[in-house]
């Protein structure tokens, strides 16, 4: 089964266009060639679109694609660099691509506590991020149910929102974030310390993972950083903070199969030459990012057809 990343605009086109369109995707769905994959990006966005009749067409739309859910970006990083660090010290990771409820970023193996599947997605999205999800009428696991809790708490929406849209290219932020390598360590320092939180780490085996760590260990984080760079090198780059939230969504380019996007992320993608190449096979999908959803609908059809999870 393939992994489709779906763009917001895709999600808003489905759900307002042509009933034939959605049907196409529906039935790949359903014909089990197809796993649509959204992230909380897609919430946070379908909460700012329109009036409300238009966000409950957007949401009933998702709900009915039974998505998956990619770890939320830094969860997702949290995630990477965890796993990069258990192959250092002698542990196996593999990664699970099926959807799994799980807590935290690992199932371990009972019989082996040096084996590991790193699980990126989840059968719902965040709640942990939303614990009022549990007491919503609509299901506890649907899209509907995160945008209603979105829709009754304005205040911790508009702050998220406000933290999601720090991509502005014009922004002094945007500027001065991960500008330099140094940035760059200190995040994955960050990161790292995140996820081991309450973990007594030797010093020195911490010390001697952050020296030697490869960001092309952790594809999402090695990805948003090219990305981020190349737009900072970029003199053009005046884009809207709406514009630029598409660098949020492109995280989860590693882990699907068709990444639809819009031209602006894609012409980024294939001038930093960005591939599954890049990565071990056992990590990515096949990571080919389109301009146009019809375009990734064409290339599945032509795949042969895959029954495996992965």
């Known amino acids: 089964m393939l992994r489709l990343y779906l763009d917001q605009r895709d999600l808003i086109d489905l759900a307002e266009g042509d009933p034939e369109d959605a049907s196409d995707v529906l039935r790949l769905v359903e014909d089990r060639r197809v796993q649509v994959v959204l992230s909380f990006n897609h919430i946070l966005e379908t909460w700012k679109y329109g009036n409300a009749s238009g966000r409950d067409r957007v949401a009933r739309l998702a709900d009915s694609l039974r998505p998956s859910w990619i770890l939320f970006r830094p969860e997702l990083f949290q995630a990477e660099i965890a796993a990069s660090f258990l192959k250092f010290v002698g542990h196996q990771v593999a990664t699970e691509w099926l959807p799994s409820s799980v807590s935290g ?121 090219e990305i981020r760079q190349a737009i900072l090198k970029d003199r053009t780059a005046h884009s809207a903070p709406s514009e630029m939230v598409d660098v949020a ?31 071990s096979e056992s990590q990515v999908g096949k990571m080919t990012p389109f301009k146009k959803l019809g375009h990734a609908l064409t290339w599945i059809r032509e795949l042969p057809i895959q029954r495996s999870a992965g």
Request: glycine letters at 2%; hydrophobic letters at 40%; one cysteine or more.
């Open 105 to 225: 970023y690992f199932k371990t193996e009972a019989a082996n506590p040096r084996q590991h599947i790193f699980v990126p997605f989840r059968p719902s999205s965040f709640e942990s991020h939303f614990p009022r999800a549990d007491s919503l009428t609509a299901p506890k696991q649907s899209f509907r149910a995160y945008l209603t809790v979105l829709e009754e708490e304005h205040a911790t929406a508009s702050a998220l929102v406000q933290l999601h849209e720090t991509y502005s290219a014009q922004s002094p932020e945007w500027k001065t974030t991960l500008s330099a390598p140094g940035d760059q360590a200190a995040l994955i320092q960050s990161y790292f310390d995140l996820a081991w939180t309450g973990v007594p780490i030797p010093a020195a085996v911490r010390s001697q993972f952050l020296e030697s760590a490869d960001r092309r260990a952790c594809p999402a984080l090695s990805v948003y950083f």
């Open 249 to 279: 969504h492109v995280v989860a380019l590693p882990y699907c199969d068709a990444f639809s996007t819009d031209k602006r992320i894609w012409d980024y993608l294939r001038r930093c030459r960005i591939s599954r190449e890049m990565f």
